[in-house]
């Protein structure tokens, strides 16, 4: 039987950590993902867990150490935040690119500078080239979720690429919850054990990883990694389709929430979507026909499911937290790519695009709610005033 | 070079599954110099042999001689010539600074371009 707990989502992730019982985690202490590792350091000096705990000089040897961990066939987890993941970023790409199924908490938040220990998109932005694997979580529930089934994708035989679990620093990763936490045994089988296909432990098959790969190869193995992506999707779908049997909560790659009848929706990814449903719901009672699409897989991008789910809207308001300086209006990654997606696939629809709560900026209903009316006013006028809005920014 | 193949036909991750496989990537045309045998008669001390760092010097175990080097591997570095004691012992003038491709060495280095145009002295 599961059992419902009042848990911050560090401690909802420490637990899931604890449950999974990787065989080494190296980390680094940083805000706001700070009490994540140090729950799971407890367990480890209670004799909880039977991992290898490395406590490192830095972020860039926490994941080295994990990629290491991960080629001599461990199961290996890690968890950062902001310029812990700035500080790992050369080995985070070593390790997608090497193929090492590293599952990590990354608790969002926004990148120095100047200095800022609050929720942003900023850092997380920086790896989605990396070639991991990205999902995004509402709530510690999600977040631990997540954890779970990352475990399952990063390890499939066709996937073989490490998984970051998002949540926001602080509003979710420091908030306390009701969290189902589910029994170990069930956690245990459900992730079962990694057997790597080519560990170097294995003496007798001796082996030889991150090699020099110069322009007769290094092409064809970033080949590889595009087919992986590509893998990633069906298995995200298979394993959240048996954790759902299992646990009894439905994934898919993204969450419609009242969508299917919409004729304004909002895209947003993280805690803001709880804040959001219940805007969409406020709407709905007034007689508005609002909904919302929330991101749970980043990486790979569902484009073409996210633009048939979005098609028979009039109007989509896409909220970034975090800027793209310098691209195309200076607006933000998740708006960018969502343009692309629909005009890629066919649907021609008015989208804006809302940057907020950069730096933990709050984001209260009723500015949430303004997106709303300006996607009304759009779709009553046909006309785009903004194509970018700084939400609540002070003039 | 080996046989290049295509990224469905080689393990993932650069990952190298198959040991001691590195005598299939020919090293060769890397190299700038190449080494060749001077007038300075060779004593088979295997210095260059314990030294080279690519298992580039080429020896005939049975009559513990050395032969000659792997151009197909050897990527020039020289170490084989500056370990060589035949090479420190060749007599020269005073103040006199040896050129790698003195002819008077034991192992010469050979720039690639000489070597082309004039071939094996």
């Known amino acids: ?395 | 070079m080996s046989e290049l193949k295509g990224w469905k036909e080689i393990p993932i991750g650069g990952m190298i599954l198959e040991a001691g496989n590195a005598v299939e990537y020919k090293t060769g045309d890397w190299r700038a110099f190449r080494p060749v045998f001077g007038e300075a008669e060779c004593i088979n001390c295997f210095q260059c042999w314990l030294n080279c760092p690519d298992s580039s010097i080429l020896v005939d175990a049975e009559n513990e001689e050395m032969v000659g080097f792997d151009l197909e591997h050897c990527k020039g570095c020289g170490i084989c010539a500056a370990v060589c004691p035949v090479n420190a012992r060749v007599i020269k003038k005073a103040d006199e600074e040896l050129k790698k491709d003195d002819p008077r060495l034991c192992i010469r280095m050979l720039e690639e371009g000489k070597f082309q145009e004039v071939g094996n002295e």
């Open chain 1, 1 to 395: 039987m599961s059992k419902f707990e009042a848990l911050t989502g560090n401690a909802a992730v420490a637990n899931g950590m604890r449950q999974i019982n990787p065989d080494v985690v190296a980390a680094y202490p940083i805000t706001p993902q700070t009490a994540t590792v140090q729950t799971f350091s407890e367990y480890v000096n209670d004799g909880l867990v039977d991992t290898e705990f490395v406590t490192v000089e830095s972020e860039h040897s926490a994941m080295s150490a994990c990629v290491g961990a991960s080629a001599a066939g461990a199961r290996v987890m890690t968890a950062t935040s902001a310029n812990g993941l700035a500080l790992m970023w050369e080995i985070v790409y070593i390790a997608a690119s090497s193929r090492c199924p590293i599952v990590m908490s990354l608790v969002n938040r926004a990148l120095s500078g100047p200095i800022n220990i609050h929720p942003d998109h900023s850092d997380v932005m920086g790896i989605r080239d990396s070639g991991w694997i990205i999902l995004m979580s509402e709530s510690g529930q999600e977040a631990y979720d997540n954890l779970i089934q990352a475990v399952r994708i990063g390890e499939h035989a066709d996937v073989l690429l490490p998984v970051a679990v998002c949540q926001d620093g602080f509003i979710t990763g420091h908030g306390l919850e009701r969290v189902e936490v589910y029994e170990d045994d069930d956690v245990k089988d459900f992730v079962g054990t990694y057997e790597p296909q080519w560990p170097l432990l294995d003496l007798q098959n001796p082996k030889t990883y991150g090699p020099l790969d110069f322009y007769d190869y290094y092409y064809e193995h970033k080949r590889q990694q595009v087919e992986a992506m590509e893998n990633a999707k069906p298995v995200i779908l298979e394993v959240a389709k048996e954790f759902n049997e299992r646990f009894g909560r439905d994934y898919g790659l993204f969450e419609a929430y009242r969508l299917d009848d919409a004729e304004v929706a909002v895209v947003v990814a993280n805690s803001t979507a709880g804040t959001a449903k219940t805007v969409v719901d406020g709407l709905r009672d007034e007689g508005v026909k609002a909904g919302l699409l929330k991101i749970r897989l980043f990486r790979p991008f569902p484009s073409e499911e996210m633009a048939r789910a979005l098609s028979h809207l009039d109007v989509v308001a896409v909220m970034d937290r975090s800027i793209s300086f310098g691209a195309m209006d200076n607006a933000g990654p998740l708006y960018l790519e969502l343009l692309a997606a629909l005009a890629a696939h066919g649907v021609r629809i008015p989208v804006m695009d809302y940057v907020y709560g950069l730096g933990g900026r709050d984001t209260l209903p009723h500015e949430i709610e303004r997106v709303f009316r300006d996607a009304l006013n759009v779709a009553e006028t046909g006309q785009i005033e903004r194509k970018v809005t700084y939400l609540s920014v002070r003039e």
